[in-house]
C-alpha cells in the first residue's frame, strides 16, 4: 500500500509540478528527488522569487545541450528552457522514451520541434553490424507518429552481428539459457568467456545472471 502510494505520487508530480510534495499522517513533508524539479519547475511558472534564484538563472547560459531528451518530463523541459538564453540543442530519440511512468512523452519533444527547432537526424551507426540494423528497422517501420521516419544506415564495414529472438519462462531461465549459449559457443570455437557481454534492461535481472 505505501509503496503504490508512493509510485502514485511520484507519476502525479511528474506530469503535473503543481502536486509537488505531500504530508503523511504526522504532518512532516516528503520531497523525492522527482519533486526537487517539480518545486524548481512550479516557481519559474508562477514566476515566484523574482527577485532571487529564479531571476539570476533566467536565460543564463548562451548554448544548452541536453542528451537523451526523450526522458525528460514537463518539469525538466521547463527548467532546461528557463536556464538557456540563446540557443538550445536537444538530442534524443523519440521511439526510446519509455519513462512514461515518470512523465517523460514523446509529444514533448514534438513540441519542441514544432515550435521551428532544426532536426539534424544522427541516422548513420557506426555500432552494430547489417543484419542488426535490419531488424531495427524492420520494427521502426511500424511505429507511427515518429519525428524522423528515415533509417538507420550502416557506417563501416566490416561489422558482424546477427539477432535471434528467444523467449523464455522467467529470469532465471533467461539466466540458464543465456549462460548456456555462451558456454556451447566458447567450446565450439576460439571464443572466450571474456569476449562475452550480457546486457539487461532492468538491474533487478543482474542477481539471476550472476547466480548462474
Given at each position: 500500500?505505501?509503496?503504490?502510494?508512493?509510485?502514485?505520487?511520484?507519476?502525479?508530480?511528474?506530469?503535473?509540478?503543481?502536486?509537488?510534495?505531500?504530508?503523511?499522517?504526522?504532518?512532516?513533508?516528503?520531497?523525492t528527488?522527482?519533486d526537487?524539479?517539480?518545486?524548481?519547475?512550479r516557481?519559474?511558472l508562477?514566476n515566484?522569487?523574482?527577485?532571487?534564484?529564479?531571476?539570476?538563472?533566467r536565460?543564463?547560459f548562451?548554448?544548452?545541450?541536453v542528451?537523451e531528451?526523450q526522458?525528460?518530463?514537463i518539469?525538466?523541459?521547463?527548467?532546461?528552457?528557463?536556464l538557456?538564453?540563446?540557443y538550445?540543442?536537444?538530442c534524443?530519440?523519440?521511439?526510446?522514451?519509455?519513462?512514461?511512468?515518470r512523465?517523460?512523452?514523446?509529444?514533448?519533444?514534438?513540441?519542441?520541434?514544432?515550435?521551428?527547432?532544426?532536426?539534424a537526424?544522427?541516422?548513420i551507426?557506426?555500432?552494430?553490424?547489417q543484419?542488426?540494423?535490419?531488424a531495427?528497422?524492420?520494427i521502426l517501420?511500424r511505429a507511427t507518429?515518429?519525428?524522423?521516419?528515415g533509417?538507420?544506415?550502416?557506417?563501416?564495414?566490416g561489422?558482424?552481428?546477427?539477432?535471434?529472438?528467444?523467449?523464455?519462462?522467467d529470469v532465471?531461465?533467461?539466466?540458464r539459457?543465456?549462460?548456456?549459449?555462451?558456454?556451447?559457443a566458447?567450446k565450439?570455437?576460439?571464443?572466450q568467456l571474456s569476449d562475452c557481454v550480457?546486457?539487461?534492461?532492468?538491474?533487478?535481472?543482474?542477481?539471476a545472471?550472476e547466480?548462474?
Amino acid at each position: 500500500m505505501i509503496i503504490d502510494k508512493c509510485y502514485r505520487v511520484i507519476e502525479s508530480v511528474s506530469k503535473e509540478p503543481e502536486c509537488a510534495g505531500f504530508a503523511d499522517a504526522g504532518g512532516k513533508r516528503w520531497v523525492t528527488f522527482g519533486d526537487m524539479i517539480a518545486f524548481a519547475a512550479r516557481a519559474i511558472l508562477r514566476n515566484e522569487h523574482r527577485d532571487t534564484w529564479a531571476h539570476e538563472w533566467r536565460g543564463r547560459f548562451q548554448h544548452v545541450l541536453v542528451d537523451e531528451v526523450q526522458d525528460n518530463n514537463i518539469g525538466q523541459w521547463t527548467i532546461v528552457r528557463h536556464l538557456c538564453g540563446g540557443y538550445l540543442v536537444a538530442c534524443g530519440d523519440d521511439q526510446q522514451a519509455i519513462h512514461q511512468f515518470r512523465g517523460a512523452r514523446p509529444e514533448l519533444m514534438r513540441a519542441f520541434v514544432d515550435e521551428g527547432a532544426e532536426i539534424a537526424p544522427l541516422s548513420i551507426n557506426w555500432r552494430s553490424g547489417q543484419k542488426i540494423l535490419d531488424a531495427a528497422n524492420t520494427i521502426l517501420r511500424r511505429a507511427t507518429n515518429r519525428i524522423y521516419d528515415g533509417e538507420l544506415k550502416l557506417g563501416r564495414t566490416g561489422v558482424e552481428g546477427d539477432v535471434a529472438v528467444v523467449e523464455y519462462a522467467d529470469v532465471k531461465d533467461e539466466a540458464r539459457g543465456v549462460v548456456a549459449e555462451i558456454v556451447a559457443a566458447t567450446k565450439q570455437s576460439a571464443m572466450q568467456l571474456s569476449d562475452c557481454v550480457i546486457l539487461y534492461r532492468i538491474n533487478a535481472y543482474s542477481a539471476a545472471f550472476e547466480a548462474e
